[in-house]
C-alpha cells in the first residue's frame, strides 16, 4: 500500500511539475501590428524596440529595477575628462548560435549604423561618438567613427564631448552587436530563424509576417538562469479591438495597446494597468510646408485644442495636459525640469476660452479671419486610439477657428515612412525618451537631427544644444536645454503638446512579472503564469 501512495504522490508531483513548467511555456502578448523593422539599426518605434530588446543586448541593459547594469560588458573604465571608455566583454557572452560575441561585431554595428547609406532614423543617437556626425554628413569614411576593438574582449569608444549618458543610451538596442555574415547582402535577414542570430535572452524559432513572432529561452544566453518565460509568442493585432476580444477569450495575455474607448470596461474588469512613462504626444506640423509655415497659424492651432477633454474623455489612463515638450520625470539641476520650466500656454480648464479668443486673434493676424480662405487640412496617422483623438481635434478646430481637416488613416509603416519622410502637413506623433535626461527629447529638433520630424530649422536652437552636449556642468547644460524649449514651443510653436503619457496596458491577471520602464520597453524575460 506505501508503495502505492508512493507511486501516485510522484506522479501527481511529476504532474504538477509539468503543469507549472508547461504554464510559462508559451506566453502569448502583443504589442502592435508588424513592425516596421526589426533590425537593430532601423529601430524606429517602442514595439521594434521591445522585439530587440528580447533577442539582443548591448554593452549595459537594465535590471528588474530599471537601473543601468553590464550587458555584453562585464565592467568598464571611464577616462578623467570623460571622453574615452574602456569596456572590457564577459568571456560567456554569447550569440545564440553558440559563437562568442566579439568586440569587432559591436565596431561593425556602430559602423553601420553612423553609415549614411544606412540612413538609419535613429542614427541622431550616435552622434556622441568622435567623428559620427562628420561621418553622417558624408565629410569622412566611417573608418575613422571613434570606436575600436583592442582584442576580442576589449573595446574603447572615444567621444567629441563628455557624455554623462552614455552608459543608460547603449543599454539601447540600436547599440547592439550585429553579425556582419548575417546582414550584409541579406535585406531579408531578419525574417529567418536562420539568420536573425541574436546575443540576447530569447532567440527566434519563427516568423510569420503580419500574424506573430515567436521567441524561445537563448541558451547560450550568459545569465538564462535569471529568465522564466520559456516562449513568448508575439501575436500582430493591427486592431486593438480584436486584442481586446482575444484578451477576454484567454488567447492573448497581455496587449501593449488599449482601446480607448473601453478604458472604463478595462478598469472594471482588472484588466488595465497603468505604469509612469517617460513620454509626450503631439501633433506633428510640418514646418516647410506653406499652410502652416507661419507659426501664429501653429499656435492657434495649439491653443484651440482642449486637452482636458481628451485626457479625460477619450484616453482616461492618467495622462498629463501638455503645455510643452519635454515631460515630467526628468532631473533638473534642482527638482524636475519640466516643474521648473515655462508654462507656454495654461491647461487648465478655466483658461480654455482665453485660449480660443487668443488662436482667433492669432489667426486673424496671419490673414484669415474667422478662418476664411484658410485651406484645408490633410491630418494622417495609423488606425487607432489617434483616429478618435483626431475627430476630436477635428470638431475643435472647426468650431473654434472655421477650419476643416480631413482625416487619413495609413497603414502603420506607410505611416512610420511618411511621417519622417514629411510626407504630411499634420500628423500624429509623440516621443518616448531613450535615457533620462532632457536631451533625449530635445536633441531631436536640431537642423539636421534625423528625429527632427517637424522640419525645424533654428541656428540658435541647434547651438544651445550643441554647448549643452559638450560639457558636463549641469548648470550650463539645464540652462540651455530650458532656452532650446522656450524657442521650439515658446517662440516657434514647432509642434502642438497634447499630453503626458503613462504606459496603458492590458493584461489577464494571471500573467505575473511584466517589467515596463519610463521608456515604455515591456521585458518578459521573467513573466510567468499564475
Known amino acids: 500500500m506505501k508503495k502505492v501512495l508512493f507511486l501516485l504522490l510522484t506522479l501527481l508531483t511529476f504532474c504538477f511539475s509539468c503543469s507549472v513548467r508547461n504554464s510559462n511555456d508559451i506566453i502569448r502578448v502583443s504589442v502592435g ?22 533577442t539582443f543586448e548591448g554593452l549595459t541593459t537594465k535590471d528588474k529595477n530599471n537601473n543601468i547594469i553590464g550587458g555584453v560588458a562585464k565592467d568598464w573604465e571611464i577616462s578623467e575628462d570623460g571622453l574615452t571608455i574602456i569596456f572590457h566583454l564577459r568571456d560567456n557572452a554569447k550569440w545564440s548560435d553558440g559563437k562568442p560575441v566579439v568586440a569587432e561585431e559591436f565596431v561593425y554595428s556602430f559602423r553601420r549604423l553612423a553609415n549614411p547609406e544606412t540612413a538609419s532614423s535613429y542614427s541622431f543617437l550616435i552622434s556622441p561618438i568622435k567623428n559620427a556626425d562628420k561621418i553622417m554628413a558624408k565629410e569622412l569614411n566611417i573608418e575613422e567613427l571613434g570606436i575600436e576593438a583592442i582584442d576580442d574582449k576589449t573595446l574603447i569608444i572615444k567621444f567629441e564631448k563628455p557624455t554623462a549618458y552614455f552608459l543608460e543610451l547603449a543599454s539601447v538596442p540600436i547599440f547592439s552587436p550585429l553579425r556582419k555574415e548575417f546582414v550584409e547582402g541579406n ?29 524561445e529561452i537563448n541558451d547560450n544566453y550568459w545569465n538564462k538562469n535569471s529568465l522564466k518565460a520559456n516562449r513568448i509568442d508575439f501575436i500582430m493585432f493591427s486592431d486593438v ?3 481586446y476580444a482575444a484578451l477576454k477569450e484567454g488567447t492573448l495575455l497581455y496587449s ?50 482642449d486637452r482636458n477633454y481628451i485626457v479625460e474623455n477619450i484616453t482616461k489612463g492618467g495622462e498629463k495636459p501638455a503645455i510643452a515638450f519635454v515631460p515630467y520625470g526628468l532631473k533638473d539641476i534642482k527638482g524636475d525640469f519640466r516643474e521648473n520650466g515655462i508654462k507656454y500656454f495654461s491647461a487648465d480648464k478655466e483658461d480654455y476660452k482665453s485660449n480660443v479668443e487668443e488662436a482667433k486673434e492669432l489667426l486673424s493676424q496671419a490673414g484669415y479671419s474667422n478662418g476664411a480662405n484658410f485651406p484645408v487640412l490633410e491630418f494622417k496617422t495609423n488606425p487607432g486610439s489617434g483616429v478618435i483623438i483626431a475627430e476630436a481635434i477635428q470638431q475643435m478646430w472647426k468650431e473654434n477657428l472655421n477650419i476643416d481637416m480631413i482625416i487619413t488613416q495609413e497603414d502603420w509603416s506607410v505611416f512610420q ?45 541647434d ?49 505575473k512579472d511584466v517589467f515596463v520602464d519610463t521608456l515604455e520597453i515591456r521585458r518578459f524575460f521573467y513573466s510567468y503564469i499564475k
Not at 267 to 291: D, F, K, M, Q
Not at 465 to 473: K, R
Not at 486 to 508: F, K, R, V
Open 33 to 54: 501590428a508588424e513592425p516596421q523593422s526589426i533590425d537593430p539599426s532601423f529601430l524606429s518605434a517602442i514595439d521594434s524596440m521591445i522585439y530587440a530588446v528580447h
Open 187 to 215: 535585406d531579408n535577414w531578419t525574417f529567418s530563424p536562420d539568420t536573425y542570430i541574436g546575443n540576447g535572452p530569447y532567440k527566434m524559432i519563427e516568423r510569420k509576417p503580419d500574424e506573430s513572432i515567436s521567441l
Open 241 to 243: 479591438a480584436t486584442a
Open 256 to 305: 501593449s495597446r488599449i482601446p480607448n474607448s473601453d478604458i472604463d470596461a478595462l478598469r472594471e474588469e482588472g484588466y488595465l494597468v497603468s505604469t509612469p512613462s517617460l513620454g509626450t504626444s503631439y501633433y506633428a506640423l510640418n514646418n516647410t510646408n506653406s499652410i502652416v509655415k507661419d507659426k501664429r497659424v501653429r499656435r492657434a492651432l495649439a491653443l484651440a485644442i
Open 417 to 461: 515612412k511618411n511621417r519622417q519622410t514629411k510626407n504630411y502637413v499634420v500628423c500624429r506623433a509623440d516621443w518616448i525618451g531613450d535615457y533620462l535626461d532632457p536631451m533625449t527629447f530635445l536633441q531631436l529638433f536640431t537642423i539636421n537631427g534625423a528625429g527632427n520630424r517637424v522640419g525645424y530649422s533654428n541656428v540658435n536652437y
Open 463 to 511: 547651438k544651445l544644444i550643441l554647448e549643452a552636449q559638450s560639457t558636463m556642468d549641469n548648470n550650463i547644460r539645464m540652462s540651455n536645454m530650458h532656452k532650446a524649449e522656450d524657442m521650439l514651443i515658446g517662440d516657434d510653436m514647432a509642434l502642438i503638446p497634447l499630453y503626458h503619457y503613462t504606459a496603458s496596458s492590458m493584461q489577464n491577471n494571471k500573467l
